[in-house]
């Protein structure tokens, strides 16, 4: 007979079984090196050095300098070659870790600005990796060089290598960045869930708002490893790179990463935010008014790591509201996570027809964490006429009140159109429009939405700024703006008035 008393035991001891083997089996699906045991063949995982263009001289050198935080870093350099025989300057290292679907995140601490096409890239779906047979995809980002006034951040296909393409380049794939100097410390992210990808890079410390973000679709490598590297942009074998990286972190778990809706961005310790609302970003925010106008977690992801709560700083248009915070502990059953995860909510009021600028500081007791950054707004929709800056007239001074949502779905299916919403209806120029710009027609990248006009009209994926409202998501098509405008150019917009109305306008002009 069993005796009763043992019951809560072996309830325990079975609750913790399970969570153990829950926690190792989420562990086989994680890698992380923070390189501070300087070596890259230790016990947080193996790293195989990538360095095809040492045929040509150019062999690649790895480090492990101090990280500037009390830690070390991994510095990949890549050596002029003395010959063309590598054809060009890239390497890294990869992993062994085998993902399918994918999360991977890395540090750029540091690299040299005056090298000329100096960029790193995160790598996922790695196979075959060497000189003239890497398959796989990378996301690169240029870095900066003596007179760039911008940057890129680039996807691209790699079958065998030299074979590369740059998947959904009009349509997402590509992302204009700004300057990028040597002492911006950043963190990239790549993530891919079977034939969608979504990369986006942060400042190192604050990972609510990215700098910048891009997204393709492809379907050529379903599976390999993943890694950090380099990539000349000047296709020079006879370029000099110099990157370094720190805080590495992959899973291949699907229910981490932003296509999940659970983004984890940042280095497992790190004191991040996460589940927030509303959202970055967020327009047209209806706050709930019960007390729970703003919430959000504050976590470490780790159990070794506690968060500092007399640290944590909640301010909106620079006004210091962290008194109306309220923090609940969140848990792990039983053994429970004590201070390294907290739900929070601000019990203040929200502004009806306000856009505020909200900043979230979470730090541990070391002083570490991130300043989180992000924007949304609460005007209101009633009473209001939203105008697409991309739905001006068409046919001569024809318009649509209230024009459905049109276009293009990420996998390029088609969502009504056919006069149905504005998608790819013809203006009259000097009457629906006027623009300047003497190129031909390129519909599938300047102009993206009315192909037939020389408006310059693309998804929002290329323009970080604009944001995926409510019906667009609903409907699963990304936002268009409207770019490429110069002085004296103009569209022409007609819509059905009430006697009281309230102009809310809604677009994105990029010059």
Same mark, same amino acid.
């Given at each position: 007979? %069993?005796?009763?008393?043992?019951?809560?035991?072996?309830?325990?001891?079975?609750?913790?079984?399970?969570? /153990?083997?829950?926690?190792?089996?989420?562990?086989?699906?994680?890698?992380?090196?923070?390189?501070?045991?300087?070596?890259?063949?230790?016990?947080?995982?193996?790293?195989?050095?990538?360095?095809? !263009?040492?045929?040509?001289? $150019?062999?690649?050198?790895?480090?492990?300098?101090?990280?500037?935080?009390?830690?070390?870093?991994?510095?990949?350099?890549?050596? !002029?070659?003395?010959?063309?025989?590598?054809?060009?300057?890239? $390497?890294?290292?990869?992993?062994?870790?085998?993902?399918?679907?994918?999360?991977?995140? !890395?540090?750029?601490?540091?690299?040299?600005?005056?090298?000329?096409?100096?960029?790193? =890239? %995160?790598?996922?779906?790695?196979?075959?990796?060497?000189?003239?047979?890497?398959?796989?995809?990378?996301?690169?980002?240029?870095?900066?060089?003596?007179?760039?006034?911008?940057?890129?951040?680039?996807?691209?296909?790699?079958?065998?290598?030299?074979?590369?393409?740059?998947?959904?380049?009009?349509?997402?794939?590509?992302?204009?960045?700004? &300057?990028?100097?040597?002492?911006?410390?950043?963190?990239?992210?790549?993530? *891919?869930?079977?034939?969608?990808?979504? /990369?986006?890079? &942060?400042?190192?410390?604050?990972?609510?708002?990215?700098?910048?973000?891009? /997204? =393709?679709?492809?379907?050529?490598?379903?599976?390999?490893?993943? $890694?950090?590297?380099?990539?000349?942009? !000047?296709? /020079?074998?006879?370029?000099?790179?110099?990157?370094?990286?720190?805080? &590495?972190?992959?899973?291949?778990?699907?229910?981490?990463?932003?296509?999940?809706?659970?983004?984890?961005?940042?280095?497992?310790?790190?004191?991040?935010?996460?589940?927030?609302?509303?959202?970055?970003?967020?327009?047209?925010?209806?706050?709930?008014?019960?007390?729970?106008?703003?919430?959000?977690?504050?976590?470490?992801?780790?159990?070794?790591?506690?968060?500092?709560?007399?640290?944590?700083?909640? #301010?909106?248009?620079?006004?210091?509201?962290?008194?109306?915070?309220?923090?609940?502990?969140?848990?792990?059953?039983?053994? *429970?996570?004590?201070?390294?995860?907290? =739900? +929070?909510?601000?019990?203040?009021?929200?502004?009806?027809?306000?856009?505020?600028?909200?900043?979230?500081?979470?730090?541990? =007791?070391?002083?570490?964490?991130?300043?989180?950054?992000?924007?949304?707004?609460t005007f209101a929709t009633n009473g209001t006429v939203t105008i697409e800056a991309e739905?001006?007239?068409?046919?001569? *001074?024809?318009?649509?009140?209230?024009?459905? +949502?049109?276009?293009?779905?990420?996998?390029?299916?088609?969502?009504?159109?056919?006069? %149905?919403? &504005?998608?790819?209806?013809?203006?009259?120029?000097?009457?629906?429009?006027?623009?300047?710009?003497?190129?031909?027609?390129?519909?599938?990248?300047?102009?993206?939405?009315?192909?037939?006009?020389? +408006?310059?009209?693309?998804?929002?994926?290329?323009?970080?700024?604009?944001? %995926?409202?409510?019906?667009?998501?609903?409907?699963?098509?990304?936002?268009?703006?409207?770019?490429?405008?110069?002085? $004296?150019?103009?569209?022409?917009?007609?819509?059905?008035?009430?006697?009281? #109305?309230?102009?809310?306008?809604?677009?994105?002009?990029?010059?």
């Open positions: 007979m %069993l005796n009763t008393l043992a019951r809560p035991r072996l309830v325990i001891v079975w609750l913790l079984c399970v969570l /153990s083997l829950s926690l190792t089996a989420s562990a086989q699906q994680q890698a992380s090196d923070d390189f501070n045991d300087q070596t890259d063949t230790g016990p947080q995982g193996v790293w195989t050095p990538y360095d095809p !263009a040492i045929a040509g001289g $150019g062999a690649e050198v790895r480090s492990f300098p101090p990280d500037g935080m009390g830690g070390f870093a991994y510095r990949l350099y890549g050596q !002029a070659g003395t010959n063309n025989l590598a054809l060009f300057q890239r $390497g890294g290292s990869f992993r062994q870790e085998q993902y399918a679907d994918f999360s991977v995140a !890395a540090d750029i601490i540091h690299h040299d600005e005056g090298l000329r096409g100096n960029s790193a =890239f %995160l790598a996922a779906r790695i196979t075959a990796p060497g000189a003239l047979t890497t398959d796989g995809y990378i996301v690169g980002c240029t870095l900066g060089g003596p007179r760039n006034l911008q940057e890129i951040m680039l996807a691209i296909e790699f079958t065998g290598e030299i074979n590369a393409t740059t998947p959904d380049i009009a349509t997402g794939g590509a992302s204009l960045t700004p &300057y990028l100097g040597a002492s911006r410390r950043l963190r990239m992210y790549f993530t *891919g869930i079977g034939t969608t990808f979504f /990369s986006e890079v &942060y400042d190192q410390t604050d990972l609510l708002e990215p700098i910048a973000r891009s /997204s =393709f679709g492809d379907i050529n490598h379903p599976s390999g490893t993943s $890694g950090i590297g380099y990539l000349n942009a !000047a296709f /020079s074998p006879y370029a000099v790179d110099d990157v370094t990286f720190d805080n &590495y972190f992959a899973t291949g778990s699907t229910n981490i990463g932003i296509l999940t809706g659970t983004p984890f961005v940042g280095f497992p310790g790190t004191p991040q935010v996460i589940n927030l609302i509303p959202a970055r970003q967020t327009l047209f925010y209806r706050p709930p008014g019960n007390g729970t106008n703003i919430t959000f977690n504050v976590t470490t992801f780790v159990a070794t790591n506690q968060i500092n709560t007399n640290t944590l700083k909640l #301010f909106l248009n620079g006004a210091d509201v962290t008194s109306q915070l309220v923090l609940t502990p969140v848990g792990l059953p039983i053994i *429970g996570t004590p201070n390294t995860n907290f =739900f +929070v909510k601000y019990t203040g009021t929200l502004t009806t027809n306000t856009i505020y600028q909200g900043q979230i500081v979470v730090l541990d =007791f070391a002083g570490k964490g991130t300043t989180n950054n992000w924007v949304f707004d739905d001006y007239n068409y046919n001569g *001074g024809e318009f649509q009140d209230n024009p459905p +949502v049109s276009g293009l779905t990420p996998d390029g299916s088609q969502v009504n159109g056919g006069g %149905l919403g &504005y998608f790819d209806l013809q203006g009259v120029p000097c009457i629906d429009y006027n623009d300047l710009d003497r190129r031909g027609l390129d519909p599938g990248g300047r102009q993206q939405y009315r192909t037939m006009d020389k +408006v310059g009209t693309a998804q929002a994926r290329l323009v970080s700024a604009d944001t %995926l409202r409510p019906n667009y998501a609903a409907s699963n098509v990304n936002d268009y703006v409207v770019y490429y405008c110069k002085a $004296g150019e103009w569209l022409n917009y007609t819509r059905i008035l009430s006697a009281r #109305f309230k102009p809310e306008g809604s677009g994105t002009a990029p010059g």
